[in-house]
């Protein structure tokens, strides 16, 4: 399965367990949950952006409500769409793992 | 290049579910995503069980697409429709694929499965089959594909349009960041491409920017009208989404697309690299 990941682009199943290729003393994972007041949402699109704003990647909350991405250290803004509305939230991400909540609110 | 004659919307899509000659077809790396809920009637294809020769690196030959097409039941007249996840990534990649085995009438899906699902429109779990056809494949029209020496030859020479996102062309990051970042190759990018990341070209949901955008867009970043241009990315898909916007929407006659990109740039002995966010020097 390690093959699949390190030479697609499709977005790997959010919820399963990171890995074993993963090394987190060299990785930077931003993972977390999107959420609608306490309720998870499936389904959400997540998208990564960088210091600037600028697209990284994206991906759709598994049924848990769960996004990952593989980064790099510094600051990010995750940004997510869904039926159930937008939301935005910020990290300063550094190496290994790197928790952030996302609550989107209907516009 | 009218855009009518290349996307089509989701409106669209939804009254021409049961129309007699189109096909739509679901294009994904992770085929689960299909099997979770698709387009009524839609086929299904995986970008590298299907569209990849399962040895060597490259695309399975004439004889096999062709048997891979008639096998899901498309026929050369038909309308074929493309979605997919990722903001049509591998959609994108299928409709270049098609076109460089001359398929006639293809199209995108604007938005692809994002923006249907978003507007929360119909999804099915009933296993499709269409009746087997007889597909005749064309040759492989190389106008449209480009191969890493003449990548290496476009250098301070063509345009060169690096579509990944910045901190990859900087040499930051390796893969886009849903992906693990431990690969084999050297990070950075061919010198003299300039960046234009693919997701300038689309709307949040998906869709793709208007022509007058799109137009803005890369004459701003530097894009020479009078020059051939070839777009690559990581694996080739994200750059057929700009060879799409290019060469479909924008009507550029001289595009190509190098499926090759930076897994295999980034991996050749001897040829030179940039690092930074700037393009470099030839």
Wanted: glycine content about 10%; overall charge negative; hydrophobic content about 35%.
């Amino acid at each position: 399965m390690t093959q699949e990941y390190t030479l697609g682009c499709g977005a790997p199943d959010q919820d399963t367990a990171l890995p074993l290729s993963v090394d987190l003393e060299k990785e930077t994972v931003i993972t977390g949950v999107v959420r609608s007041g306490d309720e998870p949402v499936p389904g959400a699109y997540v998208r990564l952006l960088d210091a600037t704003g600028e697209f990284t990647a994206e991906v759709v909350t598994s049924a848990g409500g769960q996004f990952r991405f593989f980064a790099a250290p510094g600051n990010w803004t995750l940004r997510a769409l869904s039926r159930a509305g937008n939301g935005d939230a910020t990290v300063s991400a550094e190496r290994g793992l790197n928790q952030v909540a996302v609550t989107v609110t209907a516009a | 290049m009218s855009r009518d004659s290349v996307l089509v919307s989701a409106d669209w899509a939804e009254k021409n579910l049961d129309t007699p000659g189109v096909v739509f077809v679901e294009v994904d790396e992770d085929t689960s995503a299909y099997d979770n809920g698709h387009i009524p009637g839609a086929v299904k294809l995986d970008w590298k069980k299907d569209l990849q020769d399962p040895v060597r690196r490259d695309f399975v030959n004439k004889e096999q697409f062709e048997a891979l097409l008639s096998g899901r039941g498309i026929g050369n007249d038909d309308t074929v429709i493309l979605y997919g996840g990722n903001n049509n990534w591998f959609a994108a990649y299928a409709y270049w694929y098609f076109k460089l085995y001359g398929h006639r009438d293809v199209k995108l899906l604007d938005g692809g499965r994002k923006k249907w699902e978003l507007d929360a429109r119909t999804l099915v779990k009933d296993p499709v089959s269409r009746p087997a056809t007889s597909y005749t494949a064309g040759e492989q029209d190389r106008s449209i594909r480009a191969y890493r020496d003449e990548v290496v030859a476009a250098i301070g020479t063509q345009n060169l349009v690096d579509v990944r996102s910045p901190d990859e062309y900087a040499g930051r990051l390796l893969a886009p960041a849903h992906l693990p970042q431990e690969q084999a190759q050297r990070a950075g990018h061919i010198p003299t491409a300039i960046s234009v990341p693919w997701s300038k070209a689309a709307n949040e949901d998906g869709t793709f920017k208007s022509d007058d955008e799109l137009r803005e867009l890369y004459s701003a970043a530097g894009l020479d009208d009078g020059k051939d241009t070839i777009a690559y990315c990581r694996i080739g898909e994200r750059s057929s989404h700009t060879w799409f916007a290019l060469h479909e929407l924008l009507g550029q006659a001289r595009v190509k697309n190098y499926d090759g990109s930076w897994t295999e740039y980034g991996s050749l002995v001897g040829v030179p690299v940039a690092l930074g966010d700037t393009p470099g020097e030839a």
